[in-house]
């Protein structure tokens, strides 16, 4: 006759759910998107029949919180939270100055010539990343590179 120890079983009934709930890697990266659309509506809930509490232009960055249906939870880089149209955004990488100015430079570095002064809220392209520079295309058309660190998104 053979024994079987109960060991075994009791310790993988508590260790799978533990593992389960782990977050995957994709899970715990950050998503980000950008409006797509030329004015976005940033919705109280998931629906047309929720109000709009403000609207964005096109490129405007977000990170998504949540999703319910064909809508995503975002928050922004002020910490504001809205439900946006899955389809009325994209992921194209944009991102907004969240200091009061930003220099656009001809090249990344803080010695090089300014070509540009971007301000707060201001939607910026993204079009290459170098260290702690982005080069990036401002909604006026101007393109420069700025410190990261003055701006928010991908």
């Given at each position: 006759?053979?024994?079987?120890?109960?060991?075994?079983?009791?310790?993988?009934?508590?260790?799978?759910?533990?593992?389960?709930?782990?977050?995957?890697?994709?899970?715990?990266?950050?998503?980000?998107?950008?409006?797509?659309?030329?004015?976005?509506?940033?919705?109280?809930?998931?629906?047309?029949?929720?109000?709009?509490?403000?609207?964005?232009?096109?490129?405007?960055?977000?990170?998504?919180?949540?999703?319910?249906?064909?809508?995503?939870?975002?928050?922004?880089?002020?910490?504001?939270?809205?439900?946006?149209?899955?389809?009325?955004?994209?992921?194209?990488?944009?991102?907004?100055?969240?200091?009061?100015?930003?220099?656009?430079?001809?090249?990344?570095?803080?010695r090089s010539p300014v070509v540009k002064r971007a301000g707060y809220g201001d939607v910026l392209r993204t079009i290459e990343r170098r260290?702690?520079?982005?080069?990036?295309?401002?909604?006026g058309g101007a393109t420069g590179w700025v410190q990261r660190s003055l701006v928010w998104g991908w």
């Amino acid at each position: 006759m053979i024994r079987f120890s109960r060991l075994p079983a009791l310790v993988l009934a508590f260790v799978l759910p533990l593992v389960a709930a782990l977050p995957s890697a994709n899970a715990a990266q950050t998503q980000m998107v950008s409006a797509a659309v030329k004015t976005l509506n940033m919705r109280t809930g998931p629906g047309k029949r929720y109000e709009t509490h403000w609207t964005v232009t096109r490129g405007y960055p977000f990170r998504v919180i949540g999703r319910k249906g064909g809508w995503l939870h975002v928050s922004d880089f002020e910490g504001d939270k809205a439900w946006v149209f899955r389809s009325m955004t994209s992921k194209t990488p944009h991102y907004v100055v969240k200091s009061r100015s930003a220099n656009l430079r001809r090249a990344p570095g803080v010695r090089s010539p300014v070509v540009k002064r971007a301000g707060y809220g201001d939607v910026l392209r993204t079009i290459e990343r170098r260290g702690n520079w982005v080069k990036v295309r401002h909604e006026g058309g101007a393109t420069g590179w700025v410190q990261r660190s003055l701006v928010w998104g991908w």
